[in-house]
């Protein structure tokens, strides 16, 4: 599973020799392998047209081209606003309330996410080929689509060290931008340019992981809202700016604490855990159906629904599995 940083042309439809050599010498005499493009066909045709970069079938004669189709940027950032506006209103009427929560479009982004992800994860598992994923920049869809596939197929990164282990690797230093991206709540009058929700829209889809799979994944809900908040707001280093290079320039690591290491203290460490939890070496294939995706209750109802309950049938079933 690769992933590109961008099309493999640049600017003004011109080839790029060096990819197409690069990617030549991946596959052997007969493989062939799959380029996923995160945008949709419409959105490269519209990019060619304006003089972007695209990728000539003659030039990889042995790779095979899929569309994603995921919004970034943007469309992403103004969906996620209108589900935080719906879900804050407590005046919606049932009829009003399924409106908002359909015209968001927000579940139609964890569904597209998914999706692609599945895309991508099938052409590993079931066709035994390389798979290369590339977007605009190759630092935000390109990331939510490489990490949910290795979290469909590996199960050491359902572990809650593996699941570390893969945002280090596919967000932290892959460059996602968090100080861009995260620079503000969605209830924030002022909207940046960049802004845009591609880290929380990941951590709906494990969450829809979770659900769909309760004994899968080591870690449960708590560990998703930690990062969640963390990734906006933190005490901790482990998001801040917006690439390696910028994290040296700025010694975060000497001059910051590691929030891994404080979820790691056992006491911590303890309350993220999922108490279901048993090994499944097996692939976890999600349902897409309309009827699978869910709102991510735990996270944009947590103001405004009372907890205490599912608290205290957390703590039961926690009891119950020590006992």
Known sequence: LLRSSQPLTGPNRRRCREDEKL?????????????????????????????????PKSSYPQWRRLHGGLDRGRPLQESFIRLVEACSDPSL???????RL?????????KAALSTACLAAQ????????VLVHGAEGTDTTLLVTALAQLILD???RTLEGFQGLLEREWIEAGHPF?????????????????APVFLLFLDC???????????LEFGEQLLLTLFDNAYASAYGTFLCNNEKERGLCKVKESTHSLWAWLNQPEEKQKLLNPLYSHNPLVIWPSVEPQSIQLWQGLFLRWIRPSQHLDEAWAEIQRLVEG
């Open 155 to 157: 199960p050491s990164c």
């Open 123 to 130: 052409c590993l598992d079931r066709e035994d080929s390389n």
């Open 179 to 195: 100080q861009l991206r995260c620079a503000r709540s969605a209830s924030s009058h002022a909207r940046g340019k960049q802004e």
């Open 206 to 216: 494990v969450w829809q992981l979770s659900r769909q799979f309760p004994f899968s």
């Open 23 to 55: 990617l030549g010498t991946i596959l052997d005499e007969g493989e062939r392998g799959f380029i996923i493009d995160t945008r949709s066909a419409q959105a490269a045709k519209q990019a060619r047209m304006s003089g972007g970069g695209t990728e």
């Open 93 to 99: 009427s049932m009829d009003r309330w399924l409106s």
């Open 102 to 110: 359909e015209s968001s479009r927000w579940l139609g982004h964890v």
